[in-house]
């Protein structure tokens, strides 16, 4: 107790020294100057009043697991010396896995319906899309949403699939010739079970933290394998941003937890890296579709649950249900371990998940019962310093991470390295040593005197989050940019909508993603909330530039998000905050069947560069009108935009 009581009076001696006198107005922080550096609203909000509290359930995980799997990957790489003489281990390179179809099989506990041909044949390799076969592969005939690996079968024999998995008749008399091929009931449910036994199932040699949930999975997993690698541990990571592979640059992967096959390959890799430990998002989508099926968790962390991807879950009970098959697999007192937000009114829920016995470690900003809270936070455009409460003392956090939501993520990650029994000092080494996350309230800084912040935020939630951050730190005005995806929860579009015209004065509505999506029917569904469509808004525009709203606040519509971003930050003057949303790192957008690159720091960046430019020709005061940029046309799916 006496090092709390000396930790939080010397935080309080350094709170006290920087906050601004209140007696004369407040600052903004976008303010001009270097906003890096230069002036800031410092508020110190103390939560609680209480000191270090004990949590009688918690049992930790300690890293001695990391150092068991260690061992077990020491003895299998012996037997396995043993077994072929050779020095390397098994898994020297990720190339050299070979194996016997019939041992896959049997391995996997399946049992065919129907074989033709030598289910003895080598195969050296796994795929699941014929482009990507090899000599020696393995094809699995997956079913997905637009494509049947069943249409592809002689493309992949061609390629040099040597057997071939399928769950539909074959017309044998229309197949080349293969090794094997052999028939089950479904193949999309047997692939984790395959891909993980073809690859060693490398899981279970590892420490394994999943991370579920709406928001910020992709920071707490960031700042979770920060601390591992503080404790020394070798960490890899899987998520929305791509692949880190310990000692390896960054892989792009297309999905945030990525298939079957992709994650055991993956994980396969890291091993062959000598990697330790793996932090990974693990989504709703993912888990729905059997992704994680076949992976070996330690911890699984809960964030939040907000509406999102209700186009593929139907409901938020369906939602709700994916995301808890992560914490259903919390069964093992001795190795598994739960972390999870109560100030989430699903805490409960999850927390039930898996067995009795369980340890669970609770975080919260405005719980006072949970494990790890803040008792005061600073909140600046530079930093963010934190004093948090532990079952294992005080923690002092200084970040760059900025916002109130990213407090949220530390506590996660402060909760994970509780867990697992780290030390104070290394978990604040891990979150202190990570400066920022790629797309995540990123920001863009080029002299001007104004903040220009792009997020990754794509659900209500998510932009309601981030809109209230940057009005928290001070912006004299608020200007959005923001679209909705194609092919998507049609019903976010509204909500998203008004979320972003009542908490910004300026929003600009814009393409993100329409994918194969009339892209009039998405600006429709956002602009339904006002009682408009498109056509109305484009006729209105022939005479005002922008639509006026009853609370004062203005509505632009341009279907060409560079235009849109150039126009948002044309409109800044000093003080003010321009925040484009919904895209964060990504770099390309599908539009009809085409990969378009579009990266909003690259917009962002070149607008700021051409800002003298783009006043000149008054794109700060108006944005250009649709109808010179698209036509409208009629068809059988009703209004459509084209170029």
Known sequence: MALSAISFITFSKILSSTLLPFRRPLPSLFAAGDLREGVSLEKTISLHSHGKHQNDRLGGLHLAIVQKRLE???????????????????????????????????????????????????????????????????????????????????????????????CRKIDLDGILDCGALVIVEDVNSLLPSLAANFYGNPSKRMSVIGVTGTNGKTTTTHLVRAIYEAMGVKTGMLGTVGYHGYGESQLDVPNTTPDALTVQKLMARMEVKETQAVVMEASSQ??????????????????????DHYDFHGSEEDYKNSKAKLFARMVDPNHHCKIVNIDDPNAKFFVSQGKKGVPVVTYAMENKKADVCPLTFELSLSKTDILIIT???????????????????????????????????????????????????????????????VDYAHSPDALSRILDTVRELGARRIITVFGCAGESDRGKRSMMAKIATDRSEVVVLTSDNPKTENPANIYDDMLSVFGWTVQDYVRHSRNECCLCLPNGHKLFVHDLRRVAVRAAIAMAEEGDAVVVAGRGHETFQLEGNKKVHIDDREECRAALRDLDKLRQVGLGKCIPRMESMVSFSSNADGLALTK
């Open 72 to 166: 077990e990957r020491t003895l299998d790489s012996r037997s396995n010396q043993e077994e072929d003489g050779s020095s390397s281990g098994h898994i020297a390179k990720a190339s050299e896995f070979r194996m016997a179809l019939c041992e896959l099989l049997e391995q996997s506990k399946i049992i065919p319906l129907g074989v033709c041909g030598d289910i003895g044949v080598t195969i050296t390799g796994i795929e699941n899309d014929s482009r990507k076969v090899r000599p020696g592969d393995l094809f699995v005939c997956c079913i997905g949403y637009k494509t049947d690996g069943h249409y592809f079968i002689n493309d992949a024999i061609e390629r040099g699939a040597v057997a071939v998995l399928a």
């Open 391 to 453: 079952p294992k003392g005080v923690l002092e956090i200084s970040t760059r991470l900025i916002g109130r939501h990213n407090i949220y993520n530390i506590l996660a990650a402060v909760a994970v390295g509780v867990g697992v029994d780290a030390k104070l000092e290394d978990i604040k080494k891990g979150i202190e040593g990570v400066d920022g996350i790629s797309g995540r309230f990123e920001l863009i800084h080029e002299n001007q005197p104004f903040g220009v912040i």
């Open 286 to 307: 993912g888990l729905a579709l059997g992704r994680c099926d076949a992976i070996d968790f330690d911890v699984a962390v809960f964030t939040n649950l907000t509406r």
